[in-house]
């Protein structure tokens, strides 16, 4: 795997102690059925050696055998750590390549791909992968080193009973395989379960307003319940395949070491026997060894297997386009505040049937305001997430100081963007990170003096501990005209070349209105400003106002102009007045 590359070395160290610790475990069976052939031997004196020591006394056989586990927990200790730590850094490297993959996801991948499925997804995958490279792996060679050593002792013990031992491995070595194809389906389907149970409870608890205004709890609770009614059976199911299956080869594995007990002690009988004792207790002793092994691998198996599952899904997301992999502009300067839309056209990639913008076309001069009006869906926000090459456009072209957007490159054209959304969302953190955020280098003054343009000086320094109160989730909460003028300083902290304004459609009182307002104008001052209005006030004073209906540019001019052409626009300002 490529992330295990940089800590290969390492890697290669633990495997080598893994086979010096298996191979260690391998001489146990033989100085232990040494050690009980020798007892066994004492009374009729016959003291020839077989294989590689020759120690007829028990305590030369025991004092070995202490020996041999004294290295086999210090060759076990370093292998556990070198593997542990191997499999820490990989992971480091695997989260933050993740994360840092997805954050430079293209905004249509999010558009497509749950969040809270997403993040389970991932977090999940991540555990599997580390229990499988620290243990799982190690465990799996260990037990065919065991394995493979074994038959090789049991070949020299004596062959016969060895080829009888060997029919009955490579059978179940074959069902094995098969058992751990299935179960690892029924798993696969179980984790992609749980991603989604845990995709309802971020949602739920994200929009924990929501719901329990809309006394939503117990839906939410029963379509819970629903998937991890579902996540039971299923890992039930799957239960119930590998309690079979143990227990399938736990019955084989028995029967065939009575079996070979039998045969073998058969052996040993009469005036030449063809097998020792020693020779007989260490057959059984390494039978024993290897049944367990045997037994175990279908476990470990079937581990490996959900790992490579859940590797394959990591790989999709780290291997999948970044946005800028796929706009490969590199002009990094020019942008002046002139944009010009020719003939744009859209569609979102995931609802390709609906065409939200249709032939717009407008444009904007350096340091002109201009505001966007129309209907809830008429496309204002899709405009300016197209300016900030969210997206690219199906057809036409936006133009900047003579290139096309896709021309420059990303990171400089949105440099030169501020955007303030429709719903802003404060980071957790202090209210000072929060206005820092629109230019990382601010100093402390710097900060200040953005939050008191955008007026939020006031109830910032209220507050008893000011710049440093924490808000969001961990924090306090704050109002909707609170937020957005927290969202102004940090535009004006970043002080861009052109301004996109969100308006929030939930009216403000006049108090914080005319506050919001009056920061807005000292944010739009001497520079390109696109503001989607709902307020009278800011849209009687742009340069040019766009009245968009179901993604067609249908008027666009100044007010005085529109109300005379007493058209759609003249229709929306009408109805503004009367309401308030
Ligand atoms: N990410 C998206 N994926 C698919 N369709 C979208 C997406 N965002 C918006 N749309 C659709 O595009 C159309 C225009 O949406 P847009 O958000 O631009 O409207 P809007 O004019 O900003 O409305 P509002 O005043 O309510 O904010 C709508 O029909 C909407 O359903
Ligand atoms: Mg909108």
């Known amino acids: 795997m490529y992330f295990i590359r940089p800590y290969l070395g390492w890697y290669l160290i633990g495997w080598v102690f893994l086979i010096l610790s298996s191979s260690a475990g391998l001489i146990f069976p033989y100085l232990m059925g040494k050690l009980l052939g020798s007892t066994a031997n004492m009374s009729t004196s016959s003291s020839e050696s077989i294989g590689l020591l020759t120690m007829d006394n028990a305590t030369d056989v025991a004092f070995a055998l202490f020996l041999l586990f004294a290295f086999q927990a210090l060759f076990s200790f370093v292998r556990v750590v070198i593997f542990n730590n191997v499999t820490e850094n990989t992971l480091r490297d695997l989260r933050n390549n993740a994360f840092k993959k997805m954050v430079f996801m293209p905004m249509a991948f999010f558009d497509t791909n749950k969040v809270g499925e997403l993040t389970s997804r991932v977090s999940s995958d991540i555990t599997q992968i580390q229990e499988t490279l620290r243990t799982t792996i190690a465990e799996f060679f260990r037990q065919v080193i065991i394995i493979l050593g074994g038959v090789a002792f049991l070949f020299m013990i004596s062959w016969k009973l060895a080829l009888i031992m060997l029919g009955t491995v490579p059978v179940m070595a074959v069902l094995a395989v098969f058992f751990g194809r299935f179960i690892r389906r029924l798993s696969k389907q179980a984790q992609d379960y749980a991603a989604e149970s845990n995709s309802i409870i971020e949602e739920t608890l994200a929009g924990i307003s929501n719901v329990k205004a809309f006394t939503f709890e117990k839906f939410a609770i029963g379509n819970y319940d629903r998937k991890t009614q579902e996540i039971r059976n299923l890992n039930v199911r799957s239960g119930i395949w590998r309690g079979l299956f143990v227990s399938f080869i736990i019955f084989c594995l028995f029967g065939a070491i009575v079996f070979i007990v039998w045969q073998g002690l058969l052996m040993t009988q009469g005036n030449n026997p063809e097998l020792s004792n020693e020779g007989f207790y260490q057959f059984v002793l390494f039978t024993i060894m290897m049944g367990a092994s045997v037994g175990s691998l279908p476990d470990l198996y079937s581990n490996i297997q959900k790992t490579m599952g859940a590797t394959e899904n990591l790989m999709e997301i780290l291997n999948d386009v970044e946005e800028t992999q796929m706009q490969s502009g590199t002009l990094s300067h020019g942008i002046d505040g002139s944009i010009l839309f020719k003939d744009v056209n859209f569609r979102y990639a995931q609802r390709d049937d609906v065409q939200v913008l249709k032939n717009v076309s407008f444009s904007i001069a350096q340091n002109d305001k201009i505001a966007l009006v129309g209907s809830s869906g008429s496309g204002k926000t899709t405009i300016a997430s197209l300016m900030l090459n969210f997206y690219s456009v199906s057809a036409g072209e936006i133009i900047m100081n003579g290139a096309p957007i896709s021309d420059y490159d990303i990171n400089y054209l949105r440099s030169n963007m501020a955007y303030v959304p429709q ?58 005209g609170q937020k957005q003028r927290i969202a102004i300083a940090r535009a004006i902290l970043k002080n861009p070349t052109i301004l996109i304004l969100d308006e929030a459609t939930s009216a403000l009182d006049s108090v914080s209105e005319k506050l919001v307002q009056e920061a807005l104008d000292i944010l739009m001052k001497d520079r390109t400003s696109i503001v989607i209005a709902h307020r009278l006030s800011t849209i009687k004073k742009a340069d040019m106002i766009l009245v968009l209906e179901n993604g067609v540019v249908s008027e666009s001019g100044k007010h005085k102009d529109l109300m005379a052409a007493n058209g759609a626009y003249a229709k929306l300002v009408e109805m503004q007045q009367l309401d308030s």
Do not use: C, H, M, Y
């Not at 990170?433 to 343009?453: H, L, M, R, T, Y």
């Not at 000011?466 to 306090?476: A, C």
């Open 423 to 480: 719903d802003v969302l404060l980071f957790s953190g202090s209210i000072f990170e929060n206005i820092q955020f629109g230019d990382p280098n601010a100093s402390k003054s710097e900060v200040i003096e953005a939050a008191k343009k955008a007026n939020a000086w006031e109830f910032i320094s209220s507050f008893p501990s000011g710049l440093d109160t924490e808000v969001g989730d961990r924090g306090i909460q704050l109002s909707g």
